[in-house]
């Protein structure tokens, strides 16, 4: 994900062919080392193609893609009925942990 960032920044920045070396610049510049062969996958895969072109075709392909929520509800309900008891227990411990955690601030809050 990191070499698509760096190679739309080269684009938005006025490149339209962005090269490795202006994507391993751009990630360069705050600290992260570019593996050459993810870098090459990306470059030979938008080599050519026009940005816009690309992103649109994939906003049309993730318009296909259920989102999920209402088809899992009726499911998740049932199961959440099963589990009832689990969440307690697990809500216990929850606020166990957040006792031990706020002792590690030794007195100092973020805003004092």
Known sequence: MRYVAAYLLAVLGGN???SSKDVKDILGSVGIE???ERLNKVISELNGK???EVMNSGLSK?????AGGAV???VAAVAAAGAAPAVAEEKKEEKKEESEESDEDMGFGLFD
């Open 16 to 18: 339209t062919n962005p």
């Open 34 to 36: 570019a593996e050459d």
């Open 50 to 52: 026009d940005i816009n």
């Open 62 to 66: 993730l318009a296909s893609v259920p």
């Open 72 to 74: 899992a509800a009726p």
